[in-house]
């Protein structure tokens, strides 16, 4: 399957840790999009990656919310010294690119974190 | 604030009938307009999408209606199937704004058999 790929599919950790989230792309689609989404709650935009220009962090909730992009293909979310409140489904999602015209956004499975 | 809505959490409709889902939204700015669905454990899927220069999209059981003026979409499946049983995202997104998608909380669908 080429489809947009997440690990780890569940992550349990305690407050306080640091944890890291990855995010394979479909192959050839130039952008990356987080996105999370807490309980009864709907998707929530984090962060997003275009080729080689600069990430929009505009979503990103607070510092301790940082992501990279290597090599133009895969991404890692990392969340540090997580709260309670960081507890939700992390989803990753690529299209073919971003910018004015819309390519529809293929999403990975997810990554339910829990903090504990 | 919630820019997009989805006040109904959930929908109970019989096989065969028609299921209704329902969007408000309120930027004016966001002039493309789509339906995801999810399953459990699964990422959200595309279904269907309506940009504002229309007030309709059709793709076979499923239709898209835009009201700009009343900033309301619906989506309707006819005739609605068990397997459509799903939660139902309505998202919007503005020219400019990197593609990112503002997604609404999600609605239930549940076809009975």
């Known amino acids: 399957g080429a489809g947009v790929s997440q690990s780890p599919s569940n992550k349990v950790t305690e407050k306080g840790k640091d944890v890291e989230l990855r995010c394979d792309p479909i192959?050839?689609?130039?952008?990356l999009y987080w996105y999370r989404q807490s309980l009864g709650q709907g998707l929530e935009f984090l962060i997003y990656?275009?080729?080689?220009?600069?990430?929009?962090k505009s979503g990103l909730p607070s510092d301790r919310f940082s992501a990279e992009r290597t090599g133009g293909s895969v991404s890692t979310l990392t969340i540090q010294r997580t709260q309670q409140e960081d507890s939700a489904v992390y989803l990753c999602a690529s299209s073919l690119n971003g910018g004015s015209s819309y390519n529809e956004q293929f999403f990975g499975p997810g990554t339910r974190l829990t903090v504990l | 604030d919630q820019q997009v809505k989805q006040n109904s959490p959930s929908l109970s409709v019989q096989e065969g009938r028609i299921s209704i889902l329902n969007c408000d939204y309120t930027?004016?700015?966001?002039?493309?307009f789509l339906w995801y669905k999810k399953y459990p454990a699964e990422g959200p899927t595309f279904l269907i999408s309506i940009s504002s220069i229309k007030d309709k999209n059709e793709d076979g059981r499923f239709t898209v209606f835009l009201n700009k003026s009343a900033k309301h979409l619906s989506l309707h499946i006819v005739p609605s199937q068990p397997g459509d049983s799903a939660v139902y995202f309505c998202a919007a997104r503005r020219t400019g704004a990197n593609s990112k998608l503002t997604f609404g909380k999600g609605i239930t669908l549940s076809v009975r058999p």
């Open positions: 930027n004016s700015m966001f002039d493309y």
């Open positions: 990656f275009q080729g080689n220009s600069a990430p929009d």
């Open positions: 192959s050839g689609h130039t952008a």
